[in-house]
């Protein structure tokens, strides 16, 4: 165990215990010193590496991120969905593509396919290994880098720094 990098992040998970709490009572300290000392001994490892690959400080600044680029990118699908919705003569190109990822953890897989699948007009149906599987309502190229990069790209650059 490295003692410096425990003490680091229970001082840290402590002094957030306290503004959270707003309190110097001696059971909120006490409860504090406690909680702290838990969860540092579960998470000092990455939360105070000094490499950024597994650095929680970093690794919730990308999620983050992550979030206003979900938002938007699903707000532009729901409009281009609603718009072929509501004017039914615009052309549809439907179909199931092949995503490779270069996403490495399964939890980062996961997340990937969801969002895919969250936003309007894609469904994520399998995902075997790198590769994900689409249903996608307007395929709008047939290169497998530009299918990549209108269905993923965004996603998955972000993603690679969370998880």
């Known amino acids: 165990m490295n003692f410096k990098r425990f003490i680091t992040t229970l001082i840290i998970y402590f002094?957030?215990?306290?503004?959270?709490?707003?309190?110097?009572?001696?059971d909120q300290?006490?409860?504090?010193?406690?909680?702290?000392t838990l969860l540092s001994i579960f998470t000092y490892k990455s939360f105070s590496q000094k490499k950024t690959d597994n650095n929680i400080v970093?690794?919730?600044i990308n999620l983050i991120k992550y979030i206003p680029v979900f938002i938007i990118e699903m707000i532009k699908a729901n409009l281009d969905v609603a718009r072929r919705v509501v004017n039914?003569?615009?052309p549809i190109n439907p179909g199931i593509v092949k995503i490779q990822t270069n996403l490495k953890s399964d939890y980062a897989k996961l997340?990937?396919?969801n969002s895919i699948t969250l936003t309007p007009g894609t469904l994520t149906l399998d995902v075997k290994?790198?590769?994900?599987?689409?249903?996608?309502?307007d395929i709008e190229s047939t290169d497998k880098k530009i299918q990549k990069n209108l269905i993923s790209g965004k996603f998955e650059d972000l993603l690679?720094?969370?998880f």
């Open 88 to 90: 039914p003569s615009l």
């Open 58 to 60: 970093v690794r919730i």
């Open 160 to 162: 690679g720094g969370i």
């Open 29 to 36: 300290i006490i409860i504090g010193i406690i909680l702290s």
């Open 111 to 113: 997340f990937l396919a």
């Open 15 to 26: 002094l957030f215990w306290v503004a959270y709490t707003t309190s110097l009572a001696t």
């Open 129 to 137: 290994g790198n590769d994900l599987y689409i249903h996608w309502i």
